[in-house]
């Protein structure tokens, strides 16, 4: 029997243990449309969580939550009502739709699609059932809705397919309500909807998704060092959260790969390893928009977007963009997490077991942080473990679990993640110690009760 890919044992374990469900499954479920369970809300809530702390510890940077339903004109200023869709092929016989540059990427070819360059697709055949492609065509990846009362074209809006746009016209209320110099960044985190070809790989492309964006405003002169700066405070963070660096690399955009809007973009990668030919693929992006998206903004808002220099002359800001999806870097970190032992662990004795999985997530993403045991349903000892769970609970999320042997319970917890496991037994009830066992290490320490508070303060600090 084939061994089945790191990334199709990540996805089981995802579904299986909470972390995230197909949407609308009693439905027969919706195409790449996922919901969050309990232990996945909590995964990308700590995930967000550190990535707002790591922006927001820094002196130049603010916050915002702008708005999905957005003026229209933004989209036609920005670009793309007229340029945001991707090249599209149909198969002839079974009608299957593709994204004609993902065909392509399969195959190890590295697509190069614009307005004036198709890229030969004659001996690429539908991965379905090997029939003929039409023509590539591009398809705008915008939803449409409508606002008010009357579906008619004067009331069309758009469900954002970026969050970057209500940064940029937030721009000016931002600078003065906070009286803001340059250089600044203002970040934000939200919800986004692309209408995809071929979405897939779980929830690395979804037409549903959240991005983690941040738009650094920065004088034309300064951009070549913002650049450099954010590429690396980039980077830096994914690997202080626990990725090997050599599941990381950077990949400058060549100029024919390049935005619209974009004079330079380097992609964060990460080796999800979808396939053969699909290893590494994009995590993050950094961009370098020029000014692009503030002088559009002033051209169809006739609003003034400029500000001074130390000379009193008066310019545009240039962008640099970080822009990270949530759901990509949620299915980084559990695939850099998901870890099998063959044969299982023990200290003691040769292991009889066929396989082990631990989940060594990053104590800061661990959906639980710590997991309370009684060692039995004998009354008093349960008492107790709800007792110590009660006076951590408003500092950690816990679980309690009183079913099963307790290295089984210690099994299902490290397969999602939890750092720490106590254990109430009945010495406890006497000289109030608890076994506090580690995740990876296995380690055991005996600690009284009144001091967990003060252990777990040093441990998660």
């Known amino acids: ?31 790449s449309i996922y919901d969050y369970g309990p232990l ?55 009608k299957s739709r593709f994204r004609a540059d993902h065909l392509l990427e399969k195959k190890g070819i590295k697509p190069t699609f614009g307005k004036d360059n198709t890229p030969n697709m004659s001996d690429v055949k539908c991965p379905e059932c090997g029939g003929e492609l039409t023509e590539v065509r591009q398809f705008n990846l915008m939803f449409k809705t409508f606002m008010g009362p009357l579906e008619d074209s004067a009331n ?22 906070l009286r803001l110099k340059i250089p600044f960044g203002i970040a934000q985190i939200g919800k986004a909807f692309r209408n995809e070809i071929t979405p897939g790989n779980f929830i690395f492309r979804m037409r ?30 994914y690997k202080s959260l626990g990725i090997d660096p050599k599941n990381l690399r950077f990949r400058e955009h060549a100029k024919d790969e390049l935005a619209h809007y974009a004079k330079k973009a380097l992609d964060i990668e990460y080796n999800f390893a979808f396939s053969e030919n699909e290893t590494f693929k994009e995590l993050e992006g950094i961009h370098h928009r020029g000014d692009w ?23 545009i800001p ?40 631990v989940l060594k997530l990053d104590k800061r993403l661990a959906p639980i942080k710590i997991a309370i045991f009684p060692l039995s349903k004998k009354t008093d000892l349960m008492a107790k473990a709800i007792e110590i769970y009660d006076s951590l609970a408003t500092k950690y999320r816990l679980t309690y679990d009183e079913t099963g042997s307790i290295g089984k319970r210690y099994r299902r917890q490290d397969e999602i993640g939890t750092p720490y496991c106590v254990t109430v037994d009945f010495d406890t009830l006497g000289n109030n110690l608890v076994t506090v066992r580690d995740r990876d290490t296995m380690k055991q320490d005996h600690i009284n009760i009144s001091e967990l508070a003060a252990y777990f303060q040093e441990k998660f600090k």
Not at 14 to 27: E, L, M, N, Q, V
Not at 156 to 174: C, D, H, W
Not at 300 to 312: I, P
């Open 156 to 177: 069309q809006i758009y469900l954002r397919p970026e969050t970057a746009q209500g940064i940029y016209v937030n721009f000016l209320n931002v600078l003065n309500s």
């Open 40 to 94: 996945g809300t909590e995964l990308k809530n700590n995930l967000k969580k550190a990535w707002f702390d790591f922006m927001l510890a820094r002196r130049d940077v603010v916050g915002l939550d702008s708005a999905i339903l957005m003026h229209p004109q933004i989209w036609k200023a920005s670009g793309h009502l007229d340029g945001f869709s991707d090249p599209l092929v149909d198969c002839k016989k079974c």
């Open 208 to 237: 549903e998704f959240e991005q983690m964006e941040m738009q650094y405003f920065v004088h034309p002169d300064k951009t070549k060092d913002a650049f450099e700066k954010w590429q690396n405070l980039r980077m830096d963070w």
């Open 318 to 357: 240039n962008v640099i963009e970080t822009s990270g999806g949530v759901d990509r870097a949620t299915l980084a970190f559990l695939m850099e997490a998901y870890t099998e032992i063959d044969g299982g662990r023990t200290t003691t004795t040769e292991s009889s077991k066929e396989k082990e999985v």
């Open 293 to 315: 998206d503030l002088s559009q903004h002033q051209k169809y808002s006739q609003q003034k977007l400029t500000v001074k220099d130390e000379n009193n002359k008066e310019y």
């Open 1 to 31: 029997m084939k061994e089945l890919r790191k990334f199709d044992k990540v996805v089981n374990l995802a579904k299986t243990r909470g972390f995230i469900f197909p949407s609308s499954d009693i439905y027969g479920g919706l195409n």
